[in-house]
């Protein structure tokens, strides 16, 4: 064990306050000694761990500050998404207000609610031993959807591969058959005879936002249920208050 | 507020000016972003914002020890960052996400040092749990010494030192008594030798 002369040396010498003959000593020493230099690696750790300490509490600060704000900036925008009074509600429910507005406030709605839940599905770096595989996730990383759908048809059995061709499907805005590769998972996964449902949570999520997307609002419907009644789900916390509240005044209006 | 370039932000985190404005400038564009890749990857809103605090501290310390070559955007540098830490993380809590299981990507330079970075993390995290519980005046001098790196004069006026040995001496006592607490701990010690080969 290294003594107290040895931290105040160290902590000189790292200060660059040690005199030029006790460093050479020190800088020869540590040339020799690897418990020396050790020694000298955890005095410097201990003071950068000080110097974070301070700089933690500095990004707290910012941290706080920025969620605030963004707060803030949701309720200015938006007071009215969280008052949920009994009369706003009869009125948005009311037959005249259908009338009034129509088919158009269901487009912006759906339109606006999907642009609100819409997440890009970001790729997790996945090792794979197939080939295929390797080659359909560099597609998808460069974002060359149409090359995807061109190697996968609804014929694979790869959920992998499946979930791939129907996200590239999404992002062509081609919800249709969007929906067909999702619901095959969804399939594959009712088959099976472990518990290991693969991509069961994420094609919930996108088959919610493809059927919103064609207006189809009762199919939207049984994928949003599932979503927000299943605490564990995966999107479970993508859908807000808000989300619910026009989601369920569309279908009021449907 | 007004938005920085990437050379701006590096520059004011190195000399420190303005360091508080590069870093509201970074959560302004990058939190929700960060946040994203935790919400998708089993975690929650909390999660997220213990794991976007900590990246920004490892991202600091890379800029400090100029670890950040650009070889990449600040943003998919940051990326790194949060991805590596949650994965730390979620093996910690032995619940590696269910269906995709998540690989560090070591293409580059920069990943292995954010990987080195990662595991220094680990050592600073303990360290700064045990410097929070050290005396108040042990850790009030040190902070100024090491964290707000303030003149000897000035760390003598604000202690109540009228000698700038009797400061010196008290800096060293404060040093060795937190090195000792480090020590002490046979399971905690041996994470930070683990990473003592890290320090540059």
Redesign the interface.
């Known amino acids: 064990m290294l003594d107290?002369r040895y931290?105040?040396m160290i902590?000189d010498y790292l200060d660059g306050i040690l005199d030029q003959n006790e460093k050479e000593k020190l800088e020869a020493e540590l040339k020799e000694n690897q418990e020396l230099r050790?020694f000298m690696?955890?005095?410097?750790?201990?003071?950068?761990?000080?110097?974070?300490?301070?700089?933690?509490e500095?990004?707290?600060q910012?941290?706080e500050?920025?969620?605030k704000e963004s707060k803030d900036e949701i309720n200015i925008e938006k007071p009215k998404s969280f008052r949920i009074s009994p009369w706003w509600l009869g009125v948005a429910a009311s037959i005249s207000l259908f009338i009034l507005i129509g088919n158009f406030w269901i487009k912006t709605q759906t339109e606006n609610l999907f642009d609100e839940n819409y997440?890009a599905y970001?790729l997790?770096?996945?090792?794979s031993t197939e080939s295929l595989e390797n080659e359909l996730t560099i597609l998808f990383k460069d974002a060359d959807y149409e090359a995807i759908i061109k190697i996968i048809d609804l014929g694979s059995e790869n959920s992998n591969e499946l979930f791939l061709a129907g996200i590239s499907h999404f992002e062509l805005e081609n919800y249709k058959e969007s929906i067909q590769y999702l619901k095959k998972i969804q399939l594959i996964n009712e088959t099976k005879v472990d518990s290991s449902?693969?991509?069961q949570d994420?094609s919930d999520y996108y088959l919610f936002l493809a059927y919103l997307k064609m207006e189809n609002l009762t199919d939207a419907d049984r994928y949003y249920s599932k979503i927000t009644t299943d605490m564990n789900h995966?999107y479970h916390?993508?859908i807000n208050l808000q989300d619910k509240l026009k989601f369920n005044i569309l279908k009021l209006k449907n | 507020m007004t938005e920085l370039s990437e050379q701006e932000i590096i520059s004011a985190i190195q000399s420190k000016e303005g360091?508080?404005s590069a870093?509201?400038n970074l959560?302004?564009l990058y939190?929700r972003y960060l946040e994203?890749?935790i919400?998708?990857?089993?975690g929650?809103?909390d999660d997220a914002?213990d794991t976007?605090?900590e990246a920004?501290?490892v991202f600091?310390?890379l800029i400090e020890n100029n670890k950040f070559r650009q070889e990449s955007s600040i943003k998919s540098f940051l990326y790194s960052i949060t991805k590596n830490l949650w994965i730390t993380e979620l093996r910690k809590r032995k619940s590696m996400?269910r269906?995709?299981?998540?690989?560090?990507?070591d293409e580059k330079m920069e990943v292995a040092d954010i990987s080195h970075a990662i595991i220094?993390n680990e050592?600073?995290k303990i360290?700064?749990d045990i410097?929070?519980e050290i005396g108040q005046k042990c850790k009030s001098i040190?902070?100024r010494?090491?964290?707000?790196e303030l003149p000897m004069k000035e760390i003598m006026s604000l202690e109540g030192f009228s000698n700038e040995q009797v400061l010196r001496n008290k800096?060293?006592k404060c040093?060795?008594g937190?090195?000792e607490k480090?020590q002490s701990d046979p399971s905690k010690y041996s994470t930070?030798?683990n990473?003592?080969?890290y320090?540059?």
């Open positions: 107290e931290i105040e902590d050790d690696a955890l005095i410097k750790l201990t003071r950068e761990s000080i110097k974070m300490s301070g700089q933690k500095m990004i707290q910012v941290h500050e920025y969620i997440i970001n997790p770096t996945m090792r449902h693969v991509f994420e995966t916390k993508n | 360091i508080n870093l509201r959560y302004d939190y994203r890749y919400l998708q990857n089993s929650n809103e914002a976007i605090q920004f501290l600091i310390k996400a269906r995709n299981e998540l690989y560090v990507n220094k050592s600073h360290i700064m410097f929070a040190l902070y010494f090491y964290y707000e800096k060293h040093l060795k937190l090195i480090i930070i030798k990473a003592l080969q320090v540059g």
